[in-house]
C-alpha cells in the first residue's frame, strides 16, 4: 500500500488533470523536478488566445488544518519560495494546494451520477515576491476566493496571455 504523502501526491495529480481537462487546456511533466515545477501546461492557439500561453505549477496536497477565514496558510519550503518568486522567469508559475479530508476514504465518493471530490485546490502567485530570512520553511496565505477552477484556470491564461504574467 501507499504512504499518505504519495495518496496526497497522487490526488492532487488527479485534481489538477480534472480541472484543466474541463478548462481544455494541455498538461505536461516535466521528468524531473529540480526547479520547483511539477507540471506545465500549454493552451494552443485560439481567436482568445492567440499567444499560446502556458503556466508552470508547483502542486501541493495537505489534509492539516491550515483554513483561516479568509486564506489558507500553507508552510512552504524555501526552496519552494524562492523559486516561485524568481521575477525573471520567462514563463509565469503558481502554487496550487490541494485541501483534502484527514482521511483518504472521504477524498472521494461516486455514484452512478457524480463524483464528489474532496475539498479543492487554492492557487497563488508568489511572482516578486520579497526574500525572507528564513532557511527551511515560511507559511504563505493563499487566498480563499482563489479556489484553483476551470473558470479560474481560464483567466489565469487570459492574463498571460494578455500581459504574459501574472
Not at 516561485?84 to 476514504?105: A, E, F, M, Q, T
Not at 507559511?139 to 484556470?153: E, K
Request: aromatic share 6%.
Amino acid at each position: 500500500m501507499m504512504a499518505l504523502s504519495q495518496q496526497k501526491e497522487q490526488f492532487s495529480n488527479a485534481y489538477l488533470r480534472a480541472v484543466v481537462a474541463v478548462a481544455g487546456y494541455t498538461l505536461a511533466k516535466p521528468e524531473v523536478d529540480d526547479d520547483s515545477t511539477d507540471w506545465c501546461l500549454f493552451a494552443r492557439s485560439t481567436v482568445d488566445l492567440p499567444r499560446r500561453p502556458r503556466l508552470e505549477l508547483q502542486l501541493k496536497c495537505t489534509a492539516r488544518n491550515i483554513m483561516r477565514k479568509t486564506h489558507l496558510h500553507f508552510p512552504l519550503e524555501i526552496k519552494n519560495y524562492d523559486d516561485l518568486r524568481d521575477p525573471n522567469v520567462l514563463v509565469p508559475r503558481i502554487l496550487i494546494v490541494v485541501l483534502v479530508p484527514d482521511l483518504p476514504g472521504d477524498w472521494i465518493t461516486q455514484s452512478e451520477d457524480e463524483m464528489v471530490l474532496r475539498h479543492c485546490g487554492y492557487w497563488l502567485s508568489l511572482r516578486g515576491a520579497p526574500a525572507v530570512a528564513n532557511t527551511e520553511s515560511l507559511v504563505v496565505r493563499l487566498p480563499r476566493r482563489q479556489q484553483f477552477t476551470p473558470d479560474a484556470l481560464h483567466q489565469i491564461m487570459q492574463r498571460i496571455n494578455e500581459r504574459g504574467t501574472l
